[in-house]
Each structure stands twice: as C-alpha cells, then as structure tokens.
C-alpha cells in the first residue's frame, strides 16, 4: 500500500465551483500533515498546514480524520489560478527531516 | 521574499558521468534538503542535512550521491556515476527549523538533470 495516496484526477470545474480533494495516508503513526501546490514543471509550494481540529485560510479548508487516516482539502469559489495539481504530503515517520508526498490531485479550472 | 536558487536549470549529461547540482539555501535557515520527481512521478525525499552532517536519507540515496555544504552559503549534491534512471528534476530545499517545529520547507526552481 502506497503511503499517500490521492485521486490523481484531473478535476475540472468551473470558476466559482467548490471541489475537494481527498487523501489517504498508510501510516497511523504520523504526526504532521500539509497540503502543497505544484504548478506545472515548478516547484512545489506550501499551501496550508493541516491541523487535527480541523484549519480554514480563506477560501481553502483542511480537515484531517486521525482515526479513518484522511486528509481533505476543500477550495471554494474556485479561482482560474487554482489551476494546479494539489500535493499532499505527510511527515515521515520516526523523521524529523522528511516529507512523504502524494503524486498530486490534478486540477483544472475553466471560464 | 528570499528564495532558494538552483543551477544549473538544466543538465544535461552522459551515463557515467559525475554531476554536481547547487543550490543557495535561504541564508537564516539550517535545515537542507534534496528531493527529486521523475516526470510524471511524485516528489521523492532523497537526504536531509543538519548541523554540517546527513541527518536522514531515504533508499534512493545510495553511494553514488554525496552531499556537501562546502562553504557557509552552498548546498550541493553530487551524482557520481550517473544512470539513466537518475535523469529527473532534482529540487533543493531548506527550513527555518525541523519540520517537527512545522516549519515549512521553501523549495528551489529546481534542476532538470537529463542523462543520455
């Protein structure tokens, strides 16, 4: 079993549509959980955090379910410049220094 | 904003042959990193660097990669022997503070090392 997992997709929507995206990660024993953005052939780039409470940064909100070990980005009123692919990601375990990435959720705003 | 800056962008070189990327951390950080992502692939932890020593290296990093921070400002990693399977975008990274401490890594633009 992969240690993260995604929907690779593509998703496309339409500006203004509220899609989530969803992951899974194998390994219960990991402790930190983030959401990264990867445009094409760049580099990937901190979108937010994911807390066990649950996190919003304006129209992007993070949900993490310890217990069924999934992670969930929502993104609402969906933006043109959403375009991406949607990385999650998750601490290595017993690691310090590592990040575990998924292969990204693809996503495709259209007019 | 500070950036951390990769060269070359892209690389092109024979099998066999020995490569040096590099990067330029952001200058207040202490936490290095070296990922890749084959195209089409996901980002792959390669090495992580702390304290002028490796603190942690994933199965992909054998002993044909090194790496070194020869002077107070540069971060390199070394391909000694390049394969065809190396050819990837390598990316550089670095952080404030371990990621224990959440603290996120800033990423390079990245190198493309294409071997032929």
């Known amino acids: 079993r992969k240690e993260v997992e995604q929907d690779p997709g593509p998703f496309n929507v339409p500006e203004g549509a509220t899609v989530a995206f969803n992951c899974t990660y194998s390994?219960?024993?990991?402790?930190?959980f983030f959401w990264y953005r990867q445009d094409c052939r760049k580099e990937p780039k901190l979108l937010m955090s994911?807390?066990?409470s649950g996190n919003e940064d304006g129209r992007f909100t993070a949900q993490l379910n310890r217990a069924s070990q999934y992670i969930s980005l929502l993104i609402r009123d969906s933006k043109l410049s959403d375009s991406a692919t949607y990385l999650c990601?998750?601490?290595?375990?017993?690691?310090?220094?590592?990040?575990?990435f998924g292969k990204g959720t693809s996503l495709l705003v259209t007019p | 904003e500070p950036e951390v800056t990769q060269t070359p962008s892209h690389q092109v070189t024979q099998m066999g042959q020995e490569v040096i990327l590099r990067c330029v951390p952001i200058?207040?950080?202490?936490?290095f990193y070296w990922y890749r992502q084959i195209l089409g692939q996901k980002v792959e932890f390669l090495v992580s660097?702390?304290?002028?020593?490796?603190?942690?290296k994933s199965e992909i990093f054998d002993d044909q990669f090194s790496v070194e921070r020869p002077d107070g400002s540069n971060f390199t990693l070394k391909i000694r022997s390049t394969k065809l399977e190396d050819s990837a975008m390598y990316f550089c990274?670095?952080?404030?503070?371990?990621?224990?401490?959440?603290?996120?890594?800033?990423f390079g633009n990245g190198t493309r090392l294409t071997v032929t």
């Open positions: 990274a670095s952080s404030e503070a371990g990621i224990l401490n959440n603290s996120p890594l800033h």
């Open positions: 390994n219960s024993a990991s402790q930190s």
């Open positions: 994911v807390y066990s």
């Open positions: 990601v998750v601490m290595r375990v017993n690691s310090g220094y590592a990040l575990n």
């Open positions: 200058s207040n950080h202490l936490y």
């Open positions: 660097f702390y304290n002028n020593e490796i603190s942690e």
